[in-house]
């Protein structure tokens, strides 16, 4: 392990419009690190950064410890990209699987023979010769993943790869990507807005925000304790209730909601805050059930306002004096009789309810309703 | 007059040698001067192509309109460097084939320089971006440019070599239209026709005409390509 790559004071515009203003990146040896953010956010700008295909107007990116020129060829050998749209060059499936190897001036038949490697990963075997240009979007982008690891490179950019294929296709790559990535045992840069990949690929998650890193830590660690208002919305967070920390009971804040009602957290937050809580954290439960063991203090009445079917799961909106959203499986609805109306029990345990300081950091407002379109779309 | 000028012409192209010697200096002059315009042309015009760097929008004004420069004014200048009394005077270069081509140098680089700086500028980024992504240097970056923009770099050439051989005025300024030695197919065709003699006009006329038919049609057919791919 340690660190591989190190990123610090990268600043960059287009036109004079700030882009990325990232303070420090460290991404280690061997770990895939996704980097999530709304459409936008500078993601890309960054990847090429890193990869070294694009000069940042200042900062240093520093690899293995030592500050690389942009552009260092010998470095950016021994890295490679999958980009969002990928540039298919002239030629058969073959020469552009070919292409990275032909670079390196390798030796004809070592390229022949890691190329075949490489085409059989990607089950390409069969369309060797044919005109690379004339793929589907997903076999297009399977010979693009698959140029690039032929290299063996030690750093994978992947930008948005999976962006522009419909859900087969990508379900597909995807489940190649993961099964290679295992393979080459390579550290792997994930640029990605779907935050489903991102848990399922990263082993650490950074969110950026406007050519900013809002939050990075380990995938479970991000997706449990957002950092603020804007992460917790772009992490899925469907409750976000405003309120202030009152008092402490069992080591934990209690808040009380701006709307009525107290919310026992194990957070350590004071002052004003949010407490933001998932929708699939709250359960319901018929009015007056017997208490169960280990049961949450925080239980509340409420009266179902909406019922809406969404595949497996419905999605309830509960009137608690505060306004939650809940899931439940459909048999489960039908069972306890969940319809717009009925009364029930509405349960979430301390440790489901995060808190984030009330108070959004500068220019993050409008950002927030962006991030939500976003988890919204990829949830959908 | 016509008819019989028509028919004589024919006769002129099937069997006279004096005709075909200059359509043939023609061919190598002018084929000279696209060839150099290329070698200076078209790698000059995949760097600026393919860099954005302060002062590109001019420079790129300047090449534009250096591909509508007035041949006879291009004459004049070369005139004036290769006459005996001017800077280059000393290299005896005046009413020669080679100062022909140096005229026609100076008429076909800007076009196949402009042509190739557009065709290397609408290359998409991500192709360059991709390539650098999986290992290219510098000039293996410049070759998938060349590669994209390849159709664009043959219609470079092809557009230089139909402007120059069309050219009458910079030739006839710094050749001199010597018979034998520097006479071309449009200083030619202005002679003869001086001289009331309209067949061996016709005759080159007829070669000039189909040069630019087949240049014409090679530059629609590659355009025609570039959109289909």
């Given at each position: 392990m340690?660190?591989?790559?190190?990123?610090s004071?990268?600043?960059?515009?287009?036109?004079?419009?700030?882009?990325?203003?990232i303070?420090?990146?460290?991404?280690?040896?061997?770990?895939?690190?996704?980097?999530?953010?709304?459409?936008?956010?500078?993601k890309s700008?960054l990847?090429?950064?890193?990869n070294l295909?694009e000069?940042?107007?200042?900062?240093?990116v520093?690899?293995?410890?030592?500050?690389?020129?942009?552009?260092c060829?010998s470095?950016?050998?021994?890295?490679?990209?999958?980009?969002?749209?990928?540039?298919?060059?002239?030629?058969?499936v073959?020469?552009?699987?070919?292409?990275?190897?032909?670079?390196?001036?390798?030796?004809?038949?070592?390229?022949?023979?890691?190329?075949?490697?490489?085409?059989?990963?990607?089950?390409?075997?069969?369309l060797?010769?044919?005109d690379?240009?004339?793929?589907?979007?997903?076999?297009?982008?399977?010979?693009?993943l698959?140029?690039?690891?032929?290299v063996?490179?030690?750093?994978?950019?992947?930008?948005?790869?999976a962006?522009?294929?419909?859900a087969?296709?990508?379900?597909?790559?995807?489940d190649d990507?993961?099964?290679?990535?295992?393979?080459?045992?390579?550290t792997?840069?994930?640029?990605?807005?779907?935050?489903?990949?991102?848990?399922?690929?990263g082993d650490?998650?950074?969110?950026?925000?406007?050519?900013a890193i809002?939050?990075?830590?380990?995938?479970?660690q991000?997706?449990?304790?957002p950092a603020?208002?804007?992460?917790?919305?772009?992490?899925?967070?469907?409750?976000?209730?405003?309120?202030?920390v009152?008092?402490e009971?069992a080591?934990?804040?209690v808040?009380?909601?701006?709307?009525?009602?107290?919310?026992?957290?194990?957070?350590?937050?004071r002052?004003?805050?949010?407490?933001?809580i998932?929708?699939?954290?709250?359960?319901?439960?018929?009015p007056?059930?017997?208490?169960?063991?280990?049961?949450?203090?925080?239980r509340?009445?409420?009266?179902?306002?909406?019922?809406?079917?969404?595949?497996?799961?419905?999605?309830?909106?509960?009137?608690?004096g505060?306004?939650l959203?809940?899931?439940?499986?459909?048999?489960?609805?039908?069972?306890?009789?969940?319809?717009?109306?009925?009364?029930?029990?509405?349960?979430?345990?301390?440790?489901?309810?995060?808190?984030?300081?009330?108070?959004?950091?500068?220019?993050?407002?409008?950002?927030a309703?962006?991030?939500?379109?976003?988890?919204?779309?990829?949830?959908? | 007059?016509?008819r019989?000028?028509v028919?004589?012409?024919?006769?002129?192209?099937?069997?006279d040698?004096?005709?075909?010697?200059?359509?043939?200096?023609?061919?190598?002059?002018?084929g000279?001067?696209?060839?150099?315009?290329?070698?200076?042309?078209?790698?000059?015009?995949?760097?600026?192509?393919?860099?954005?760097?302060?002062g590109?929008?001019p420079l790129?004004?300047?090449i534009?309109t250096?591909?509508?420069?007035?041949?006879?004014?291009?004459?004049?200048v070369?005139?004036?460097?290769l006459?005996?009394?001017?800077p280059?005077?000393?290299?005896?270069?005046?009413?020669?084939?080679?100062?022909?081509?140096?005229?026609?140098?100076v008429?076909?680089?800007?076009?196949?320089?402009?042509i190739?700086?557009?065709?290397?500028?609408s290359?998409?980024?991500?192709?360059?971006?991709?390539?650098?992504?999986?290992?290219?240097?510098?000039l293996?970056?410049?070759?998938?440019?060349?590669?994209?923009?390849?159709?664009?770099?043959?219609?470079?050439?092809?557009?230089?070599?139909?402007?120059?051989?069309?050219?009458?005025?910079?030739?006839?300024?710094?050749?001199g239209?010597?018979?034998g030695?520097t006479?071309?197919?449009t200083?030619?065709i202005?002679?003869?026709?001086?001289?009331?003699?309209?067949?061996?006009?016709?005759a080159l006329?007829i070669?000039?005409?189909?040069?630019?038919?087949?240049?014409?049609g090679?530059?629609?057919?590659?355009e025609?390509?570039?959109?289909?791919?």
């Amino acid at each position: 392990m340690g660190v591989l790559i190190k990123a610090s004071q990268i600043r960059h515009a287009y036109d004079g419009r700030s882009v990325l203003n990232i303070e420090d990146l460290e991404v280690m040896r061997g770990e895939t690190l996704c980097l999530l953010g709304p459409n936008g956010a500078g993601k890309s700008t960054l990847v090429r950064i890193l990869n070294l295909v694009e000069a940042p107007d200042s900062g240093s990116v520093l690899f293995e410890g030592k500050p690389v020129k942009p552009g260092c060829l010998s470095t950016r050998r021994r890295m490679a990209g999958v980009f969002q749209h990928p540039h298919i060059f002239r030629g058969s499936v073959r020469d552009n699987v070919a292409y990275g190897l032909k670079l390196r001036r390798l030796p004809r038949r070592e390229v022949a023979a890691l190329t075949d490697d490489a085409l059989e990963q990607l089950a390409l075997e069969g369309l060797g010769h044919r005109d690379a240009r004339r793929l589907s979007r997903g076999e297009a982008q399977r010979v693009a993943l698959a140029r690039a690891v032929v290299v063996r490179p030690e750093v994978l950019f992947l930008d948005e790869p999976a962006g522009n294929l419909d859900a087969a296709a990508r379900r597909r790559f995807l489940d190649d990507l993961r099964r290679i990535v295992r393979r080459l045992d390579t550290t792997v840069i994930h640029v990605t807005h779907s935050l489903d990949e991102a848990l399922s690929t990263g082993d650490r998650i950074a969110i950026i925000k406007d050519g900013a890193i809002r939050q990075a830590g380990p995938a479970r660690q991000v997706y449990n304790s957002p950092a603020d208002i804007f992460t917790a919305r772009f992490l899925g967070y469907e409750n976000i209730l405003p309120g202030t920390v009152v008092g402490e009971a069992a080591g934990g804040a209690v808040v009380e909601l701006a709307d009525g009602g107290r919310v026992y957290t194990r957070s350590r937050m004071r002052g004003d805050v949010n407490v933001c809580i998932r929708a699939e954290e709250v359960t319901l439960h018929p009015p007056g059930e017997a208490e169960q063991v280990a049961a949450t203090a925080n239980r509340f009445p409420g009266i179902i306002w909406t019922v809406e079917p969404s595949g497996s799961a419905h999605s309830l909106v509960l009137d608690c004096g505060f306004e939650l959203v809940a899931t439940a499986t459909r048999p489960y609805v039908q069972e306890l009789g969940l319809v717009p109306g009925a009364e029930v029990e509405v349960r979430f345990d301390e440790a489901a309810a995060q808190l984030v300081p009330a108070r959004v950091p500068r220019g993050q407002a409008g950002a927030a309703a962006c991030g939500e379109g976003e988890t919204v779309r990829e949830r959908a | 007059m016509l008819r019989e000028s028509v028919s004589e012409a024919v006769r002129l192209l099937l069997t006279d040698a004096e005709v075909w010697s200059i359509i043939l200096r023609s061919l190598l002059v002018s084929g000279t001067a696209v060839l150099m315009a290329g070698l200076v042309g078209i790698p000059l015009g995949v760097v600026i192509g393919m860099h954005r760097f302060r002062g590109r929008g001019p420079l790129v004004s300047v090449i534009n309109t250096g591909m509508a420069l007035p041949p006879v004014v291009v004459g004049l200048v070369v005139f004036m460097l290769l006459s005996r009394s001017g800077p280059l005077g000393s290299l005896g270069l005046l009413y020669s084939k080679q100062a022909m081509v140096v005229a026609q140098l100076v008429l076909a680089v800007p076009l196949v320089l402009g042509i190739t700086v557009s065709g290397v500028s609408s290359v998409p980024r991500e192709a360059l971006t991709q390539a650098r992504s999986l290992g290219a240097s510098w000039l293996q970056t410049a070759l998938v440019a060349v590669s994209e923009a390849r159709v664009l770099l043959l219609v470079a050439i092809v557009a230089g070599m139909g402007r120059v051989i069309a050219e009458v005025g910079a030739v006839m300024m710094v050749g001199g239209n010597i018979t034998g030695e520097t006479q071309v197919m449009t200083t030619a065709i202005m002679e003869e026709v001086r001289k009331g003699n309209f067949a061996p006009a016709l005759a080159l006329g007829i070669i000039l005409l189909t040069i630019a038919f087949a240049a014409n049609g090679l530059m629609a057919r590659l355009e025609q390509r570039t959109i289909d791919t």
